[in-house]
């Protein structure tokens, strides 16, 4: 299956690319936009600057997959027996393609990745030589760059490997991290929290069901919320810390290890994906601030602005582009309220939804009070017993690493050039303003 699939996705892509350097040559000139100077002061918000295929993020709608929202996946992607919830496997190829799988495409990735799953014991060993109260995110870093004793990009590469064909060890590599990375964040995972008392995979399993084994869980609905999780986070257009760190690194060449590695230090950050981590945590403070229960709506008010008080960000909530309740959010309100309508912590995500967006709307200069992505996700996982906040973050990385690779993929099989955008000093900035006002 793993030629077929490969070779499907490099024609694919060589009619992609042969368009799209027709296009450039036609029309390299033609202006995608102007450049400010608030713009480059404001984290280079609105600016385009690469060229992305796997997904776009409409500030008003939400992330669009190859063209598909996210409640068209769930009517469009396969599913496991028995299961409402998309299996991430079709996200991947859908990703990869553009093409929308059948169920026997995503078994036959599900498979693929089973057999490509095993990571060699060095990896674990280095694992297990890092202290325990090391984060779990900076755990999981180590370990993708331990695993690139396997790089068969940087192999073929020492072997003098023509640039035509970079693509293919790209596509292999990225094949088997992702294969590996649930083993190796629920040994991160069965290492800190459970004694190292490690679970081996199971046979026959789809990737997020055998994941959730990994971790200690075998109900269904464990394996459910996985999917879900797994196939939501995948990916939020090119420029998000983690994905633009990953294609920007792998711009240089840079094998999928060290690409990935890079992509999840920046995912690790309390304004990107560590925002899941911190969501859980501001709620159980404040729960333990106000004594237990279910705080009114008064007073997770009074909390937020006692946040906002101290100078904090209300984690879980704003967002670099959207301007609108974030649609993964949705995904997960609707799963809580179909499988735990009555959990405690999920009814205060909700009261907090209530509560937030009207305060943080009041504030000018936020652009966005609507929660995103990590507002939702921590509770979901407190449900099932997965209370160990540090490690929400891994996850959230797990799923990341199907879209920045099903790119890496691409930027590799089209020839992108390494990045190298220009700078400007503060005093240059200032002699060029002044030159054109006095001009
Ligand atoms: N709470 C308090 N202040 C907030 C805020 C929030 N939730 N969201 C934005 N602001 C503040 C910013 O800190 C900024 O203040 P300063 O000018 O004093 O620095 C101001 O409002 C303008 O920010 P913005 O233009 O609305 O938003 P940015 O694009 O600068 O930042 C962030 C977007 C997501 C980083 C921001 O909204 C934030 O810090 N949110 C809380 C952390 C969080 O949930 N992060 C996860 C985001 C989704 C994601 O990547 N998931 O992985």
Not at 60 to 80: C, D, M, N, Q
Request: with cysteine.
């Amino acid at each position: 299956m793993a030629q077929q699939f490969k070779h499907e996705f490099k024609e694919i892509t060589d009619v992609k690319s042969a368009e799209l350097k027709k296009l450039v040559a036609e029309h390299g000139t033609f202006k995608l936009g102007e450049i400010t100077l608030a713009q480059v002061f404001s984290g280079m918000k609105g600016m385009t600057g690469m060229i992305y295929d796997t997904s776009k993020l409409d500030p008003e709608e939400g992330i669009r997959f190859r063209g598909y929202s996210i409640p068209e996946l769930y009517e469009k992607l396969p599913k496991a027996s028995g299961g409402n919830q998309p299996l991430p496997e079709g996200l991947f190829y859908l990703m990869l393609t553009g093409k929308l799988p059948d169920a026997a495409i995503v078994k036959a990735i599900s498979e693929e990745w089973e057999q490509r799953a095993e990571i060699p014991q060095h990896v674990f060993n280095t694992l297990d030589a890092l202290p325990l109260t090391l984060h779990p995110m900076t755990q999981f870093s180590i370990g993708v760059l331990a695993m690139r004793s396997e790089s068969a990009f940087g192999k073929a590469y020492d072997d003098g490997i023509h640039k035509k064909d970079y693509w293919d060890p790209t596509f292999e590599d990225c094949m088997n991290l992702i294969a590996r990375l649930p083993r190796l964040a629920a040994y991160i995972y069965r290492r800190v929290y459970h004694n190292g008392n490690h679970i081996a995979p199971s046979k026959g399993l789809d990737w997020s069901a055998n994941f959730a084994h990994m971790l200690g869980h075998d109900s269904t609905e464990v394996a459910e919320l996985l999917r879900m999780y797994l196939t939501i986070h995948a990916d939020h257009e090119g420029g998000n810390v983690s994905a633009h760190a990953t294609h920007l690194v792998g711009s240089a060449l840079s094998d999928a290890y060290y690409a990935f590695s890079a992509g999840m230090n920046g995912l690790a950050g309390p304004l990107h994906g560590l925002a899941n981590q911190e969501v859980i945590r501001w709620i159980l403070d404040m729960q333990q601030d106000l004594g237990g229960g279910l705080p009114s709506a008064q007073q997770i008010s009074d909390y937020v602005n006692k946040t906002l008080a101290e100078g904090k960000v209300v984690p879980g909530y704003g967002h670099a582009v959207l301007r609108k309740t974030d649609p993964r959010f949705t995904a997960q309100m609707e799963f809580a309220k179909k499988y735990m309508p009555n959990d405690d912590i999920v009814n205060i995500v909700w009261r907090v939804y209530d509560v937030v967006p009207d305060i943080l709307g009041n504030i000018k200069k936020i652009q966005n009070p609507w929660p995103n992505v990590d507002a939702h996700s921590g509770a979901l996982l407190l449900h099932y017993g997965i209370r160990e906040y540090d490690f929400f973050t891994v996850l959230f990385g797990v799923s990341r690493a199907l879209g920045v690779l099903a790119q890496l993929c691409i930027s590799r099989a089209m020839g992108f050039p390494i990045e190298r955008p220009g700078s400007v000093t503060s005093e240059g900035l200032k002699k060029r303003i002044e030159a054109s006002v006095n001009s």
